[in-house]
């Protein structure tokens, strides 16, 4: 879809730039990383009958980015910021089914509704380190191990009054329409989600919900793990891929994440 079109090339460009390190270094060393029920299953279940959040001033994109998940907080990962140019890439999408928008801007870390501040980085897991004494082989595996890393785009979006809450909501009330699909697009890019799933529940925040997404872009078939968590007017969305093999649901990132927002 063109939303994801846009955001897993930023996210190959990432987890190769923080895979290049350890390929050269490596490479040094061999000479000489269902259908969706409407509401959130298991113990998102019971976080869906919080309460909205009261009444509050929403935060600035300054105000928010002390709060994003740094390097210090996760230090079996690699994070990297995201580019204004980057940024911009899923903010003119559009969808087939428009109730399906607010998917498609969560996994491209563009603003969903009206944010009165938002903050975005880019977080890939570090591959297996080989033992000191492998072999030229073994070295070459691990560097290669390491470009099959999953990488997870984090993003921090706050809100006037209850504007959190209702963002969530359309994200939450997405599961059953979209659960059988639907296309988008993005500057001329178009591409096609084929399925979308209740993934492991996720607990933390005042409600929660995780889906698992299905689909190709540009013939290129992709599973996302999506995880979205509001604490109070603050939403924070989780988008994961792996460039090789099955992502697996961030849930050290979103930990981390969650930790950080207090």
């Given amino acids: 879809m063109g939303g994801t079109v846009v955001r897993n090339a930023l996210l190959r460009r990432t987890v190769l730039s923080a895979s290049a390190a350890s390929l050269v270094l490596l490479a040094t060393a061999c000479g000489g990383s269902g259908k969706a029920d409407a509401k959130p299953s298991g113990p998102a279940s019971s976080s869906a009958s919080a309460p909205a959040a009261p009444a509050a001033k929403g935060k600035t994109d300054a105000e928010l980015t002390p709060l994003l998940v740094a390097q210090a907080d996760l230090t079996d990962h690699v994070l990297e910021p995201v580019s204004a140019e980057d940024a911009k890439g899923g903010e003119d999408s559009t ?20 944010a009165s501040g938002i903050a975005r980085v880019i977080v890939v897991a570090k591959g297996k380190e080989p033992a000191a004494n492998a072999s030229p082989e073994e070295k070459v595996k691990a560097a290669m191990d390491a470009l099959k890393a999953t990488a997870t785009s984090v993003t921090l979006q706050s809100y006037e009054g209850k504007g959190a809450a209702e963002a969530f909501g359309q994200l939450k009330s997405a599961a059953v329409p979209c659960a059988g699909g639907y296309t988008a697009d993005q500057g001329g890019e178009s591409g096609k989600v084929t399925k979308v799933t209740q993934a492991a529940p996720v607990t933390g925040g005042d409600e929660a919900l995780a889906y698992t997404v299905v689909g190709d872009a540009d013939g290129e ?42």
Wanted: glycine share 8%; charged share 15%.
């Fill in 221 to 262: 078939p992709f599973t996302t793990q999506l995880v979205v968590v509001r604490k109070g007017n603050t939403l924070a969305t989780f988008s994961a891929i792996s460039l090789g093999g099955t992502a697996e649901q961030p849930t050290a990132v979103v930990a981390a994440q969650l930790k950080k927002l207090g």
């Fill in 95 to 114: 969808s087939d089914k428009p109730e399906c928008l607010p998917l498609v801007k969560a996994q491209s870390t563009a603003a969903i509704g009206t």
